[in-house]
């Protein structure tokens, strides 16, 4: 049951509000980082309370203000949300760390206005993953594409602008498509709340309702990378590399697939799409997008750049189970949010550790670096593992659960894309970890890891990745609240 | 009632007095807030409220009406013209030399006066008369800069003479059909004779003539000039309110003078205000991406706001009026903002032209936050108000079926980043040659207090634009307006 | 046809003079001439309003000997438009005052009212 909370509003403001001492102590660097921290462990620790009341059926929910006659700004912490909202506070927490060795060991300029904007980012994120209905959603998406912003171009090399004028066109051309589906929307059904099962119903106009569908699709689209709206993503690889690892674990991209998980499951609903069968075509999108993006990821040398393109590849994993609209395929799409998050997130780390500590960015001066950071090519070594969805680690429990959506929705022809690409993660990956530890380089002889600010936390992501391919319910009941989400969105038995 | 129309003879006694000049003019400006707070309070409350001028009942005499849309726009516009003022005077000495004050405080006060007149009065020659007033101290305003100040003001001044003329020419006609000059009075005759070639023409010429005070596209080539080349402080002014009072009056035409049926059966007038509005949109954008002087970026910009306006009057229902009335303050506070952060730039820096802003950001931040925040509310980020007002706009767009519209409302705002961004970039991260703004400091607080308070409330009007919808757009204009 | 069109002289005059001003304002490139034209354009407004207020053998709407008989109305000319048109001629004059106030403004600075001379003066 639904009952009024201010948890939930906690968990946005805290984030926002930080932003003011961060600004305030930007002469004293100490301070400024351990606001940032206690923010951090704040935002998690909020969401972390929720957990219990949220697995029981008890959903915690803020009406906060008319934003809009009858369109309320409600926060409100539904599994999915909670899911989300989960998965980004506690990455935030290792990122602030990791951002801390980064950011010193590179010697980087306007800190405060990073650490600033990436609060604003987070808080971004989390409203996102509260938000109770479209037009706060909206906000919220809109608030992030401006607050990355500064992030991508925090170099302010030309390179750097010009990725940032990229990034901005197309992530502003996705919010405008999505605030014209969302007025849309409005106007057809007169009401924007999430709700499990979708609010348009069947008596839509096939035309209106493929012509939102695809508005939808392009609004959240371009965020979540899908082809043919991805060329952002690589460009934006200028940013610094813990930006990188929070675009691309967690904030921009997943609040992209977060929409989309939104959109189909409730705002349009299983059956309305089944019904008019405008899954397909997302569906298709999806796989190409999977391969291609592969494809494109073998060719990159620059270890960024091929990142980049595996997160495109692999966020359409996410999409394409969500358009699958079977209870387990959706179940699988939700566990792949986190465990490509997990496991994107560490591998990022690892490029910017090495990058930091090698001042190597190519994948071919890879060789031998694993002798001299073992640790880190070692938690890269694991994370690749599981991308490539081989167990033990968690991607493996996602992609498992995805393959069977595919068979459960009876179009076997979508299994064919998921080995594929499987296959190819591993072409694009385990040269690098071979690189890294069987061939021998003069240059790196001896141990000698980047600061530990960078090491734990890209160590904890790697053991996370393990565990939780293990035991997926142990720390946070991961795996249960997917399987509630999936229930309830799909009707079915999870 | 009467305590507005006290605010209004305090400015014209204000008037006289120009040694106590500024003084008196925030003064009257304020207690001309006040009152039209009061009244605002009033008419939403007790209904609407009339005052019968010299004891004249109408149709005779001249009547003041007050409904809650005018009692609205009233308080908008005294709101915004008092904080802009307070910086008005270091903005001026700055810009003129000595002495320059005195006239300007009182051109000032009239300016007001039409202003307010505009907006309470319930007669269509008195209208006209206040319409004069207003345009003639616009005028005067512009041409104080001098040099080509003067030159864009008489151009300003001859075609805004067109427009109060085309208007007065309008009047005359509906007066000779109906033998009234009272808006409520020609609104009840009116449909018997709705169908005359004269009414038509009346129609038309009144749309004209205040299209033309609007500057709706095309009939905009008066205000790039007049904005960019007329003092700091006067364009912080005029760009604004005065334009957007213009808009209201056609609104007000629309909404309570012509029969509602008029402007969407009888003559296609709603059409081609939404084909203008687009087509404004677009070319202010474009024309304003081509600027290399952030005033003339920012008057481009204003055409193309102001064709949001006059498309949200043509798609003629509830939702996109209510989108035309929410941009009018909205843009009277954004403008307000930007325009001012300008005028700090030119005081500290001594330049407007975009190339020479490089590095800025970082000398004047304060400034140059709050020009972000203006910048981000023209492209409509939530939740600040610039985006709630394109919220309406679009859903008013659906109502109407009309998708074309919808969807140059949604590249508008792209096509606001890219301009907007292009200066931003330069501000924050051009690279200054010949470190020429190295010894620019941070504009003194009486400027930058104001803008703020502008930048803060754009914010605060996004939020709780709810409320200015449900408590009082609602009541101005009705569920049901237009088809 | 053609009565129609002597019948109505007085609206075909002032239409001509407000053609003939508004060409004027914005054919003529010599700024004094501009505004003789917007002034040309304000007096055939004005005629307008007179013409459209005439009757056929009225007189001046002064009212003789009080309130007492009833009022023949056609007898007397609406005063109305008049007053109106005082009203306006106020304002046209006012609207004069400020723009031969540029004027010479203008002629002080370039030393001469031809626009083009002045546009290229301000290059």
Known sequence: MPYTSWIPFAAVAVPFLVTVPIVLSSRRPNLRETWTIAAAFATVGLVVSMLPGVLDGNIPELKLFQISPAIPFTLRADPLGL????????????TSFYSIGYMRGHHEHKQTRYYASFAITMAAAVGLAFSANLLTFLIFFEIMTFATYPLVIHRETPEAIAGGRKYLAYTMVGGLALLGATAWTYSLVGTLDFRPGGILTLDIPAAQHWGLFLLFCLGVGVKAGVMPFHSWLPTAMVAPTPVSALLHAVAVVKAGVFGFLRVIGFVFGTSVLLDSGAWQVLAILASITIVVG???AL?????????????????????????????????????????????????????????????????????????????????????????????????????????????EAG????MAFLLISG??????????????????????????????????????????????GIVPNVPLQLFRLAATIAASVTGGGG | MVPLLGAFLASVLGWYRAKLAYTVTLASVGFSLAASVTVLVDVLRNGDVQYRLGGWAPPIGIEVAIDPLSAFVAVVVTAVALIV?????????????????????????????????IIITGDLFNLFVFLEIASLAAYALVAVGGGKATV?????????????????????????????????????????????????????????????????????????????????????????????????????????????SYITDVLPISTVLVILGMTGIVFGSVMAFAQQDIRRMLAYSSISQLAFIALGIGLANSLALIGAVLHIMNHAVMKACLFLAVGSIRRQAGTASIPQLAGLGRRMPLTMGAFTVGALSMIGVPPSSGFFSKWYLIQGGIDASNWAAVAVILISSLLTAVYFFKVLEKIYFGIPEHSQNEAVNEAPAILVIPTWVFAIAMVALGVVNAFVVSGILDKAIGPNWGI | MFDDFLARYAYWLTTVLMVIGLYGMLGKRNLMKKLIGMNIFQSAIILFFIAGSVKEGATVPIIQGGHHEAI??????????????????????AITGVALAFLIAMYKRHGSLEEPTILGDMQ
């Open chain 1, 83 to 94: 899911f989300f909202a989960l998965i980004s506070s506690s990455l935030w927490l290792l």
């Open chain 1, 294 to 296: 592969s494809l494109l």
């Open chain 1, 299 to 407: 060719g990159q040398d620059h270890l960024k750049r091929r990142l980049a393109y595996s997160t495109i590849s692999h966020l359409s994993y996410i999409v394409l189970g969500a358009a699958l609209l079977g209870t387990t395929a959706w179940m699988g799409a939700v566990l792949h949010l986190a465990a490509h998050a997990i496991m994107k997130i560490t591998l990022f780390f690892c490029a910017g550790a090495i990058n930091v500590k090698t001042h190597r960015t190519l994948v071919s001066e890879m060789d031998g670096v694993g002798r001299q950071m073992p640790i880190t090519m070692g938690a890269f070594a694991l994370a690749s593992i599981g991308m490539a969805g081989l167990p033990p680690i968690i991607g493996f429990t996602s992609k498992w659960h995805l393959a069977l959506g595919v068979t």
């Open chain 1, 411 to 414: 179009y076997p022809i979508f």
């Open chain 1, 423 to 468: 296959l190819l993660n591993m072409a694009y990956l385990f040269p690098i970890v071979y690189r890294a530890f069987m061939i021998r380089s003069p240059h790196f002889t001896r141990f000698d890891e980047a600061s530990w600010f960078m090491v734990i936390p890209l160590a904890l992501t790697g053991i996370f990745s393990l565990v939780l």
């Open chain 2, 85 to 117: 003022l307070v910086p008005s005077r270091q903005l001026m000495a700055n810009e003129l030399p000595a002495g320059g004050g005195g006239p300007y405080a009182s051109v000032v006060l009239l300016l007001m006066a039409g202003l307010t007149g």
């Open chain 2, 152 to 260: 864009s003001g008489f151009r300003y001044l001859i075609l805004g003479t067109i427009g109060g003329s085309f208007y007065l020419l309008g009047v005359g006609l509906i007066y000779f059909m109906t033998g009234t000059l009272n808006m409520a009075d020609a609104a009840r005759l009116l449909p018997e004779v709705q169908n005359t070639t004269t009414i038509v023409a009346a129609v038309v010429l009144i749309t004209t003539g205040l299209g033309l005070k609007m500057a709706l596209f095309p009939l905009h080539q008066w205000l790039p000039d007049a904005y960019a080349y007329a003092p700091s402080a006067v364009s912080a002014l005029i760009a604004p309110i005065v334009t957007k009072v213009y808009a209201y009056a056609l609104i007000r035409m629309y909404l309570s003078v012509f029969p509602p």
């Open chain 3, 72 to 93: 023949d109305v056609a007898a007397y000319a609406n005063p109305l438009p008049h007053v109106l048109m005082l009203t306006a001629i106020v304002v046209s004059v």
